[in-house]
């Protein structure tokens, strides 16, 4: 009587391929870790069973020192630790390669590489369902570079590579009733796609305005660059960039004459 027992217990998910609406499929992240056959659920819940004590501690050991600051206030706190929910609760897509294609496998926790950590995805909201949207990328790019710094490169690389492609189809604008290309050629993508289409190449799924003339997006592109760059010192990454800031100022010059 009067005694007390702690009962843990996971809910754990083997889905290993994530399926977008026209049908492309590409490995979920943890793939490098588990294999991609979707029998390692046993493996998973043991995983997190024994190790999630230790998550906790870095956990802790991670807040501590913002959350024990007497000079921060407790709003900028609050804003800090619980707005990265949207990190992972933001229909995120996390994956290392297409389907049928060989992943290769992790040889730890800390072999992560440029080449190795795939490609990241997330939505603009729950009701805006488009992937890495740009112009508000600006502001949430923050977290990633200075938490997951090799995730917001790797998204970077999306959108260096989506803004020197072209798609001529015509798109149906909704605010002026005609129609534009739904991608130009040097002007910077407004987002990477949406999930019933084919992300990565098929962008710019907002169809309200011609975002190829949106005057922020080619500034803010330039400005994410090098602030990506001072904070990593990635000097291949801003040297693969450069040319690509190069065709964003040359798009942002344009609206001016």
Not at 81 to 98: H, I, P, Q, R
Not at 132 to 153: C, K, Q, R, S
Not at 177 to 192: L, M
């Amino acid at each position: 009587p009067g005694e007390t027992k702690e009962i843990v217990f996971t809910l754990t998910w083997d889905q290993p391929i994530c399926r977008f609406g026209l049908g492309a499929g590409y490995y979920r992240r943890y793939t490098r870790f588990y294999g991609n056959d979707g029998l390692a659920i046993q493996k998973i819940t043991m995983d997190a069973m024994f190790q999630y004590p230790q998550w906790e501690r870095m956990i802790v050991n991670w807040q501590k020192p913002i959350l024990s600051d007497p000079d921060l206030p407790l709003s900028y706190k609050g804003a800090l630790f619980n707005e990265l929910y949207y990190v992972t609760a933001g229909g995120s897509v996390w994956v290392v390669g297409k389907e049928g294609e060989a992943i290769e496998p992790s040889h730890g926790n800390d072999d992560d590489t440029s080449h190795n950590i795939g490609k990241f995805l997330y939505l603009e909201s729950q009701e805006y369902l488009m992937y890495n949207t740009y112009d508000v990328h600006f502001y949430a790019g923050f977290a990633l570079i200075m938490l997951w710094p090799l995730l917001e490169l790797s998204l970077q690389k999306d959108i260096s590579t989506s803004t020197m492609e072209a798609d001529d189809r015509d798109m149906h604008l909704i605010f002026a009733g005609t129609s534009s290309k739904r991608k130009v050629k040097g002007a910077v993508p407004h987002d990477v796609g949406n999930p019933g289409e084919d992300p990565w190449h098929q962008v710019n799924s907002y169809n309200v305005q011609d975002v190829s003339r949106w005057k922020d997006l080619p500034s803010k592109y330039v400005l994410q660059i090098y602030r990506d760059y001072m904070l990593t010192q990635d000097k291949q990454f801003l040297a693969d960039s450069w040319h690509v800031c190069h065709a964003a100022i040359e798009k942002a010059i344009a609206f001016d004459t």
